[in-house]
Structure formats: C-alpha cells, structure tokens
C-alpha cells in the first residue's frame, strides 16, 4: 500500500509549502538527513584515507552507498562512478573518450543544456554534431535517430524524459538503433531516475548519469556517471585517491571508480543519498510512478479546461506539467502563485532554451511531481492558475 501521508511526514517542508518544482531537485526526506547527520556527529573522516576505525567506517558507510544505488540502476558496481551532478558526468564523458576530427555526435533538440553543450563544444575538435528534432509535443521519433547515422556516428546522447514536456523516449529502441550501427548510447536519466523502473543493463546503455537530487531524493552536490565499460574512457581529474603508485616519472592510476574520483569527494552527501535511495526503494518505484502519472495527468486535464491556458506536452507524460496563461509572462505567473498561495512551480527556459524556442515560445511554467505530492495539491494549483487567468481573461 502506497502510505502517502506517511511519507509525507518525512518531508517537513511540505507543511508550509506546496512544491511543483520537482524537476528543478526534490525535497530529501527525513532519514537521509539523519543519515548525513550521523556521518557528522558520530564517525566523520575521509574516504580510503586511514587504517583508524573512524576512516574505515566512514569507507565502509561510502561504498555502501555506492552498492546501494547501482543495485537500484543495475548497474556495475565497479562502473559507478560519484560526481557532483549529471552535468559533471556528462562533461567527465565528453572529456574522456577519444576524439577525432570527423567524429559525429547525435543528441536531441529536446535535451537540457547539460546534455547539449559538452558535445557542441567538441565542435572546437572537429567533432560533427547533428541536432534531431523532435514533434510538438517534445517527442523524438527513433527514425530520425537512425536516418542521421554516418560511417563516422560515436555516440547518441539522449534523455530518457525531457525535462520541459514530460515526453519519455523511447530509449531501448534508441539503444538497439545505436549499437546495430556500431555507435555508443548515452542516456540522461536525469527526470527518470527515480520517477520509473528504470534498468541500465536491461536498456543496454553504455553510460547512464543522472543526479542524486531530483528522483533519487538526495541532497544536491550528489551524481552518478554508470560505466558498462570504465576503461573506454579516461579520468577527467588526477589527483589523490585515484592512484596506486606516484613517482617524478609518471604515475598509475586505480581501477574503476576510484580512477574517476579524485579527490576528497562529498562523502555526507553520498551517505545521503545512498539512504535516500533506499526511501525510494521501499515506497517502491512502480507505486512512485503510477502516482506521479496519475497527478501529472491530472493536472494537465484541470489546467486545460482554463480557456486562457495552453498546457503543452503528450497525453501520456511523465510528472512534468509545462503551461502558460494567455498575455502573462511565466515568471509573473509563477511568482503569483508563491506570493498568494505558496505554490512553489518553474517559470522561463528550464536550461533548454533550443526545445522550448522550437514550439515557438519564450518560456513556461512548469508543474512538477515527486513522490510526496497530492491531489489537493494539484486541485489547489488549478484554481490558483484559473483565478490568476481570470485577472487577464
């Protein structure tokens, strides 16, 4: 049984607010912070540093984490590699493979400008990058994906659910189109992770990143970059904890992940998240998803009975609501909504400029699902937007 109100203890914030900006980073419940809070008050030391009981616990507790949150993905523990965020795993990606002049690259038109900006840069390398587009309604049509394949085709970076419409991919067959090609699959689990059952061996990606801090729950700073092959690609950073041996001649790095985490890395938050993963496993994931499709759906049928109102997107959508009020400016619309009702939602480009410039639009609001909300909330987000509508009607 799916124990809303339960959960919703778990998330204080939640008493006072009604956050919608889930897309943006979720809200980390309650025993992933005490989690972070022991690390502090109880056993705090580095990561591999130390034979002291302090330094193997604080170890111990990291690489727990660590397993937890690859068995979650299935993906190789060896190849799951902590980072800051998903823009840092796909920045450690665009730096570590091997680039030629004349290599191509295929991404989406649809993707946040994470996943679209380490691979236009490689342009100043000589690297072919092809755009796809996508329909109105932010979904790509693997065909596309396919037609745009050359001789010279590495990689196709794609998102498994599009942070401005909800639209989701379809990434298995994306992968199929790839690896039939010869070509390596990135996805970008970022509005995934989380939100739906989601299998990195059973899609076949090569590499999945996504952060710790929006579907998993985490607290920010938190990101993975999973690996089918670690040695395909080289470390983005040198330094200590990464290496076996040093001399003033030259030096030999770790064996995965330890090759790729350089560094003292954000151990509290990597507990953090290992415990958030956790929440969400035992609330379970199908439970997650059905309930957020069930609210995002919702949402988009009261908003689009507002005559003022253009709700965009597919009917069947992930948690992510993109709207906009006739005659108002996004921003105004959701500023209106914190100041009379504390109803927290996106306004603007979303850090996707090229998707939403490609329907035409300056920007939106955007609505946005995690586990703990309601529909009271979203009943209450409606009237919210009717009323503000009616200002302008």
């Known amino acids: 049984m799916y124990d809303l109100p339960a959960i919703r ?17 979720t809200q980390t419940p309650v025993p992933a912070v005490k989690a972070m809070e022991e690390y502090f008050y109880k056993y705090a030391a580095n990561h591999g540093r130390g034979a002291h009981r302090l330094a193997r616990m604080t170890t111990d507790r990291y690489e727990d984490a660590r397993e937890t949150v690859a068995s979650f993905l299935n993906a190789d523990v060896t190849g799951t590699v902590f980072t800051r965020n998903a823009t840092e795993s796909i920045n450690m ?7 030629h002049p004349g290599d191509h690259v295929i991404v989406s038109i649809v993707e946040h400008h994470s996943n679209l900006l380490p691979w236009l840069r490689l342009r100043d390398q000589g690297v072919e990058i092809t755009v796809v587009q996508a329909n109105e309604e932010g979904v790509v049509d693997p065909q596309q994906i396919e037609l745009s394949i050359t001789d010279k085709t590495c990689l196709i970076a794609v998102n498994h659910v599009t942070n401005v419409f909800g639209s989701i991919q379809d990434i298995r067959t994306m992968t199929k189109i790839g690896h039939k090609n010869g070509c390596q699959v990135l996805i970008d689990a970022s509005q995934s992770a989380g939100h739906m059952p989601l299998d990195m061996k059973e899609v076949g990606a090569d590499f999945m990143v996504t952060p710790g801090h929006k579907g998993l729950l985490g607290p920010q700073g938190t990101g993975m970059l999973c690996l089918r092959d670690p040695d395909s690609i080289k470390p983005m950073y040198v330094g200590g904890g990464m290496v076996n041996s040093v001399s003033i001649d030259g030096y030999q790095i770790e064996a995965s992940p330890a090759r790729f985490e350089a560094g003292t890395p954000n151990i509290p938050g990597v507990i953090g998240l290992g415990r ?4 969400v496993r035992d609330a379970g994931i199908g439970n997650i998803e059905k309930h957020e499709t069930t609210l995002a ?15 965009y997107g597919p009917k069947n959508r992930a948690g992510v609501v993109p709207f906009n009020v006739q005659g108002m400016n996004p921003h105004d619309v959701a500023i209106i909504l914190d100041q009379t009702r504390k109803i927290c939602v996106r306004s603007g480009y979303h850090c996707a400029m090229p998707a939403i410039q490609n329907i035409g639009l300056k920007g939106t609001v955007r609505a ?16 919210a937007v009717s009323n503000i509508a009616a200002l302008v009607g």
Do not use: C, M
């Open 276 to 279: 958030a993963v956790e929440y």
């Open 368 to 383: 946005s699902f995690a586990l703990y909300n309601t529909i009271e909330e979203v009943e209450a987000l409606a009237e």
């Open 297 to 311: 759906r919702k949402t988009a049928s009261l908003l689009a009975e507002i005559p003022q109102v253009q709700v």
């Open 93 to 99: 990606l665009a730096y570590g493979l091997q680039w």
């Open 9 to 25: 203890k778990d998330f204080p914030l939640l008493e006072e607010f009604i956050y919608l900006d889930n897309a943006a980073t």
